[in-house]
């Protein structure tokens, strides 16, 4: 049998794993929630990103359609990856992979090789972002189809430390909101955690640790929203970079000091 995947067909009996991750928006508090331990509630949405992973032997493949390549390929040495491509599309999958990997090989997991294929709805059809947190889901939808490779057993906590993680890795800032919510699903009550801690312990602790821990100020809540409530969602027809709309907000911070406590 076959499966179709935007346009991009595989045989149904090679899939081995599938992770499938929603994209999000932010109902409030979206940038109050940049600061630890603020607010925000956000609801994920039904487009999606999901990924596949089938067999391969020797060498593996990224397939994605927002690489500018049909196909990446990659091999081992030891137990890091090898890249044919540098893209910057690639850094959250190779991010989500690194980290992922990493803690299986803690869990005394062997590694293997593998096909990937990344398919998303989160985009438009000449690949304008919606906002609807893609780079996030991207994120999420690897850590759940390697985590599901693997046999790692991971909750919905675990998904969503180790791709805060892997996120924070590239990005370096934002609240990871978008990654509460793809890893849980459904409307979240989300407060961020102490980012500075949480990469003073990525230098210190293993992953394992690091997953085990409760982080400072973190609170992920599931809610359940009336039943006759519509959203509407509009979009401006522009994209936008979560970075840099974050640093903007930083930097006002630093220069009117007063005003942001009063916001």
Sequence with gaps: MVYNTSDIYIERYDILSTGKAPGKLYLAGEYAV?????????ASVNQYVTAHITKSLNG??????????????????GTELVFDDTESQLQYILAAINF???????????????????????????GKKYGLGSSAAVTVAVVK??????????????VYKLSAIAHLSVQGNGSLGDIAASAFGGIVAYKSPDRNWVFNMIKNHSLTKLLELNWPELKIETLTLPSDLELTV??????????????????????????????
Excluded: C
């Excluded at 940049?34 to 956000?42: C, D, K, Q, Y």
């Excluded at 090789?113 to 438009?124: A, C, F, G, N, R």
């Design 145 to 158: 189809t390697l985590g599901d490779f693997y046999h790692l057993d991971l909750s919905a906590m675990d």
């Design 234 to 263: 509009g979009w401006t027809g522009s994209p936008a970079s979560t970075s840099i709309l974050v640093d903007r907000i930083a930097l006002t911070k630093a220069q009117k000091v007063d005003k942001y406590q009063t916001f």
């Design 60 to 77: 593996g493949t990224i397939q994605s359609k927002n690489l500018n390549k049909e196909l990446i390929h990659w091999d081992r040495q």
């Design 34 to 42: 940049v600061e630890t331990g603020f607010p925000a509630i956000i």
């Design 100 to 126: 992922v990997e990493k803690y299986a090989l803690e869990k005394n997991v062997k590694l293997a090789y593998y096909d990937l294929l990344v398919t998303s709805e989160l985009d438009s059809k000449d």
